[in-house]
């Protein structure tokens, strides 16, 4: 039965991280701003948000994670310098990242994890289910899955996790589901989660990827929450927590996405979504893409 739940308005992005799988390079620049071709990842983040209809965004950050503040604020000077050389094109795309939304920023003071990072947004979000986003993950707009998984959440109340079926040998790299199928063939029901688990362990192939739409009860069983894999605390565990309680929070949904993803928290997947991506641009693609046949005939 289709039930009326609070409409969600806000986003959180967790941006703290070390970025420590792309030094040197994070040393001085945080991992959410390297150029995916020509825009910062974190920019495809937001505008996912955007188009979602969640124009309330909130940036949890940490230190030496100031440019991420700077890059959707105004720019007077540059944009001055573009007004006199008459550059319209460049100034609407340097002006395009400050009017996206209304962003806020607050910081985690520590590194305790995911968990922590989306405990931290509970005086901004309130008592309202809310979006997480993670930078790791882009997601082709072509594809709308935050807004298929707020769909869900406003027919079923509780939580939804975005799950995308991998090979058995990948799923000790991401959060694992325990599931049943709905009457909705891209909608299974959440009943357990586990976090990283060795294959012979694992539930199901469906892994958790970096989209959530949370009900705010998540922030009392965060609180609770004690430190898990890695010493940090876990998403997933308190996910968890959700999923075998409904009357806690609502139950735990899962969103089977079969969209295209573009995974830049790895060297050879960031490289692999900006090869991607370029070929699909109109203003780069053609001659890209000629030249990327060259280059790839000469190789073989």
Known sequence: MTQSHPRISKAVIPAAGLGTRFLPATK?????????VDKPAIQYVVEEAVAAGLGDVLMVTGRNKRPLEDHFDRNYELESALQKKGDAGRLAKVQESSDLAMIHYVRQGDPKGLGHAVLCAA???GHEPFAVLLGDDLIDPRDPLLQRMIDVQEQYGG?????ME?????IH???CAAVESTEDSDVVKVGGLVEKPDSADA??????IGRYVLDPHIFDILRKTEPGRGGEIQLTDALQRLAEDESVGGPVHGVVFKGRRYDTGDR????RAIVRLACEREDLGPDFRTWLRSYVAEEM
Do not use: R, W
């Not at 050879?268 to 490289?271: I, M, Q, R, T, V």
């Open 28 to 36: 001085a620049t945080p991992k959410e701003m390297l150029p995916v």
């Open 123 to 125: 005086p901004h979000v």
């Open 159 to 163: 939580s939804v996790i975005a799950l």
């Open 166 to 170: 991998v090979a058995p040998e990948q």
């Open 173 to 175: 790299l991401y959060g």
């Open 203 to 208: 539930p199901s192939n469906y892994a958790i």
């Open 268 to 271: 050879g997947d960031y490289l």
